[in-house]
């Protein structure tokens, strides 16, 4: 059974950091791409970041560039996200989803429709 689980969202004062946890199960990590996906009460899903394990590009949507780091552990099968300098806008419910490896993904990252495996969510609060 395909399994994404997140953790280490939280309660945090703007400019604070958290990092947040995707642990997954179930299929061949090697084998997908991990996004993080974040919705806010009231907005659309969007894409946030997104992990290549085939070669480890990264994506950033243009709001976190330069404030989050995506990350991967291959032996904990995890992939994180470290988020810093963190906005009040930037609260939201955050997802990870996985998607197959393949050579749409440079395009699609952003798509939530385009991912198949999804998490629960984690709430991440950003206090002004």
Known sequence: EVQLVES???LVQAGGSLRLSCAASGFTF???AIAWFRQA????RE???CFSRSDGTTYYTDS???RFTISSDKAKNTVYLQMDSLKPEDTAV???AARPEDLLLSRL???YPAFDYWGRGTQVT???
């Open 94 to 96: 955050y997802y990870c």
């Open 47 to 49: 894409g946030v970041s």
């Open 30 to 32: 090697d084998d997908y």
């Open 8 to 10: 280490g969202g939280g």
């Open 64 to 66: 976190v560039k330069g």
């Open 126 to 128: 950003v206090s002004s």
């Open 41 to 44: 009460p009231g907005k659309e």
């Open 109 to 111: 990252w952003k798509t």
